[in-house]
């Protein structure tokens, strides 16, 4: 912590957000920013706000400006001008900051990669609630919802008939807590998360997790729905703890393994590191061009059952090799998943990682890494358990 004494001496920093609901974990990371130097806020429009999230923010851009101009360790707030991720571009470019600063979930390549064109020092911060207060996040305040998320760990794509039909193969999936606010369009499976929230509110009802799954997979793909979403986010979300579910050429699984035990999820939760890309832009078509055949199929199958495996008998190095060769098999069929900037965030994390994929589809979301050291900045997850 460094804030000189000699204001002629006192740098600039910056932070940027959309900071709906303004609660005490933003306070906690103003005066957190603000013990670096005079502390200028980036605030996102509400058009920016409903690009990135999908959904209007709950108090508008005039009432959070109003509401940070309030916080004393705020030298000065405003609107960004621009949109998307770097909408405060113009903003950072007239400011001339010293030192940028987010939170660990707020980190994103195209930030880091701003900073180092500008000779800006990045600064990620842990997100520490004030001494003696609850751990606090919007996606908390704006929902109540503890209804989960869910990470595909491998096998992403055969939930489709039109790929499993070439080779029959199972989707891993995890159940996670709400812990953080995943982005929406990110494969994190929020828009059928979305759909449970409409249907059973803030929790999952009681029951049998596999029928109230199936329930929820009918729900979000309702008679005359075009694009079918994939039963492994249904599945994801409701089924505490790992599921293997097995698809041969059909919407639903014709069998769905599982591991329960707290040993198998804390070895997942302990070898695995999110890096925040951004959410997919919406014009992303990861169907633009696609090369799907059973050697392809086949190669993501017998990756799948290889991570499946490797889980079990909690070998790190073979679950990020075999994580790895699943998404290597899918982007074999789906190209479009990769690009350039994700190439090159793979690049920095290579010597590091033991293993990589993307969440979801691609086009954004989050570099899932598996490692066996600490990656810095990086988030982390909190599988959901068979009580919860």
Request: aromatic share 10%.
């Given at each position: 912590?460094?804030?000189?004494?000699?204001?002629?001496?006192?740098?600039?920093?910056?932070?940027?957000?959309?900071?709906?609901?303004l609660?005490?974990?933003?306070?906690?990371?103003?005066?957190?920013?603000?013990?670096?130097?005079?502390?200028?806020v980036?605030?996102?429009?509400?058009?920016?706000?409903?690009?990135?999230?999908?959904?209007?923010?709950?108090?508008?851009?005039?009432?959070?400006?109003?509401?940070?101009?309030?916080?004393?360790?705020?030298?000065?707030?405003?609107?960004s001008?621009?949109?998307?991720?770097?909408?405060?571009?113009?903003?950072?470019?007239?400011?001339?900051?010293?030192?940028?600063?987010?939170?660990?979930?707020?980190?994103?390549?195209?930030?880091?990669?701003?900073?180092?064109?500008?000779?800006?020092?990045?600064?990620?911060?842990?997100?520490?609630?004030?001494?003696?207060?609850?751990?606090?996040?919007?996606?908390?305040?704006?929902?109540?919802?503890?209804?989960?998320?869910?990470?595909?760990?491998?096998?992403?794509?055969?939930?489709q008939?039109?790929?499993?039909?070439?080779?029959?193969?199972?989707?891993?999936?995890?159940?996670?807590?709400?812990?953080?606010?995943?982005?929406?369009?990110?494969?994190?499976?929020?828009?059928?998360?979305?759909?449970?929230?409409?249907?059973?509110g803030?929790?999952?009802?009681?029951?049998?997790?596999?029928?109230?799954?199936?329930?929820?997979?009918?729900?979000?793909n309702?008679?005359?729905?075009?694009?079918?979403?994939?039963?492994?986010?249904?599945?994801?979300?409701?089924?505490?703890?790992?599921?293997?579910?097995?698809?041969?050429?059909?919407?639903?699984?014709?069998?769905?393994?599982?591991?329960?035990?707290?040993l198998?999820?804390?070895?997942?939760?302990?070898?695995?590191?999110?890096?925040?890309?951004?959410?997919?832009?919406?014009?992303?078509?990861?169907?633009?061009?696609?090369?799907?055949?059973?050697?392809?199929?086949?190669?993501?199958?017998?990756?799948?059952?290889?991570?499946?495996?490797?889980?079990?008998?909690?070998?790190?190095?073979?679950?990020?090799?075999?994580?790895?060769?699943?998404?290597?098999?899918?982007?074999?069929?789906?190209?479009?998943?990769?690009?350039?900037?994700?190439?090159?965030?793979?690049?920095?994390?290579?010597?590091?990682?033991?293993?990589?994929?993307?969440?979801?589809?691609?086009?954004?979301?989050?570099?899932?890494?598996?490692?066996?050291?600490?990656?810095?900045?990086?988030?982390?997850?909190?599988?959901?358990?068979?009580?919860?």
């Amino acid at each position: 912590m460094r804030n000189s004494g000699d204001a002629n001496m006192t740098k600039k920093v910056l932070v940027s957000g959309c900071f709906d609901l303004l609660h005490s974990g933003h306070i906690a990371f103003f005066q957190e920013a603000a013990t670096y130097g005079d502390l200028y806020v980036a605030l996102g429009s509400d058009k920016t706000v409903f690009d990135l999230k999908g959904k209007v923010p709950v108090n508008d851009e005039n009432e959070r400006l109003f509401m940070i101009q309030s916080v004393k360790c705020v030298k000065e707030v405003f609107i960004s001008r621009g949109s998307g991720i770097l909408d405060f571009l113009a903003e950072f470019q007239a400011i001339q900051p010293d030192i940028f600063i987010v939170n660990e979930d707020g980190s994103t390549p195209d930030k880091q990669q701003l900073c180092q064109e500008y000779g800006v020092e990045y600064l990620v911060l842990q997100r520490e609630p004030h001494e003696g207060l609850t751990p606090r996040s919007t996606t908390a305040l704006r929902t109540v919802h503890q209804i989960p998320f869910r990470i595909d760990l491998a096998g992403g794509w055969l939930d489709q008939p039109w790929v499993s039909k070439y080779h029959p193969g199972s989707v891993i999936t995890i159940s996670i807590e709400p812990t953080l606010q995943f982005n929406d369009r990110s494969g994190m499976a929020s828009s059928t998360r979305q759909a449970a929230i409409d249907m059973w509110g803030p929790r999952l009802p009681a029951g049998n997790h596999e029928k109230l799954a199936k329930i929820l997979f009918c729900y979000d793909n309702p008679p005359g729905t075009t694009i079918i979403s994939g039963s492994q986010d249904a599945i994801g979300i409701v089924i505490p703890g790992l599921a293997k579910s097995y698809y041969e050429g059909e919407y639903w699984p014709t069998k769905i393994d599982r591991l329960r035990d707290d040993l198998f999820l804390q070895f997942v939760e302990n070898s695995l590191y999110l890096v925040t890309l951004g959410p997919r832009h919406a014009d992303f078509d990861v169907l633009a061009d696609t090369y799907i055949d059973r050697r392809s199929a086949k190669a993501l199958a017998e990756a799948t059952d290889a991570c499946w495996q490797s889980i079990k008998t909690q070998d790190v190095v073979a679950f990020g090799r075999s994580m790895r060769a699943a998404f290597e098999a899918q982007i074999a069929m789906f190209p479009a998943m990769m690009n350039d900037a994700v190439a090159h965030l793979i690049e920095q994390y290579r010597d590091v990682a033991l293993g990589w994929k993307l969440s979801g589809a691609g086009g954004g979301g989050y570099l899932i890494l598996v490692s066996d050291k600490p990656i810095e900045n990086a988030v982390r997850i909190i599988a959901r358990r068979e009580n919860d």
